[in-house]
């Protein structure tokens, strides 16, 4: 049987890779399993420091599987928790994880890419939250990722329209932190990955949860939570070796400690 996501390890770096392209990466439990399962892989590893997600040069993931979920009641979505259970595992990971976006991220694709800390665009990527013409609603954040992302106008154009927004239109929109051409997209997303892994852990996953707290709390709750971030880092064994490498004029050695 094929194996619908496929994980790799690249120096510091855990790349995932979702693999269903006769259904253009369409995603089912299957596949949100073992997504899941790789970051639980990834987190557990104290040698891996940042995690890709991608998905083919055709297909981010054109959406939740429509076949899988077509005939789905209110009762078995609702007990089954569909949707939530496996994928909040994303949103749970500690370790930054970039979307590496190439073709189609539509539907659950796209709320998928926008549950990743920030998104990698091939030139050729298409973004859109169509789930308006299968007569039902973006389920997985979509409507409210998307406007803290783009704003109110652009989130409302594209889902209730339907409408596609090619990469440069995502990028100038906010979305996408950068547009990479296609044939470089990964090694580019890797490099970036392995950038932040050379860094210490322990202060990445603080500015990661840093930044996640400007979504969550007031201006003022954010800075508070900033600033005593900022005052343990005084605490790590890092923070003197970076300040020390610096005035040494030499590379810093990391422990994650
Ligand atoms: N599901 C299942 N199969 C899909 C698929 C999808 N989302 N998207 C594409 N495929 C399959 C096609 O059926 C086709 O299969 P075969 O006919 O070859 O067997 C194959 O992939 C290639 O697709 P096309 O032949 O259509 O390729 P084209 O290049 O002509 O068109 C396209 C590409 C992306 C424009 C088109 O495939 C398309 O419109 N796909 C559907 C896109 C879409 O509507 N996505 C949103 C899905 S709804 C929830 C949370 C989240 C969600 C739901 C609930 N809860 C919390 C409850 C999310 C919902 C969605 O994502």
Redesign the pocket.
């Known amino acids: 049987m094929t194996q619908v996501v496929l994980s790799e390890i690249h120096g510091k770096v855990g790349l995932i890779r979702i693999n269903r392209p ?3 990466n ?2 089912n439990d299957a596949v949100v399993d073992g997504i899941a399962a790789a970051i639980d892989a990834f987190e557990a590893d104290d040698h891996i420091g940042c995690i890709v997600l991608t998905g083919n040069e ?2 981010f ?9 077509k005939d ?1 009641d209110y009762m078995h ?1 609702y007990r089954t928790d ?3 259970r496996n ?1 909040e595992r994303i949103k749970t990971a500690r370790k930054p994880v970039i979307a590496a976006v190439a073709g ?1 991220a ?4 796209c ?1 998928m890419a926008m549950m990743c800390d920030m998104i990698f665009a091939a030139d050729t990527a298409r973004f ?4 308006i ?2 007569g ?1 609603l ?3 954040g ?1 409507t409210q990722r998307l406007p803290r992302a783009v704003g109110k106008a652009k989130a409302m154009d594209l889902c209730l329209t ?1 409408r ?1 927004m090619d990469a440069q239109e995502a990028e100038k929109a906010g979305l996408v932190a950068r547009i990479v051409p296609a044939d470089q997209l990964l090694d580019v997303t890797l490099d970036a990955a392995r950038t932040i892994a050379s860094f210490s852990l322990p202060a990445v996953m603080m500015i990661k949860e840093s930044i996640n707290r400007a979504f969550e709390s007031s201006l003022n709750e954010g800075l508070l939570f900033e600033r005593r971030a900022f005052h343990a880092a005084f605490a790590m064994e890092d923070q003197k070796e970076g300040m020390a490498a610096f005035m040494e004029k030499r590379k810093p050695a990391f422990k994650n400690r």
């Open positions: 006769e259904a253009l369409a995603l055709k297909a993931a054109a959406g939740a599987d429509i076949g899988f979920m789905f979505a569909f949707i939530t994928w189609f539509l539907g659950g694709g709320e859109g939250q169509p789930e013409r299968l039902t973006p389920g997985a979509g339907a596609m």
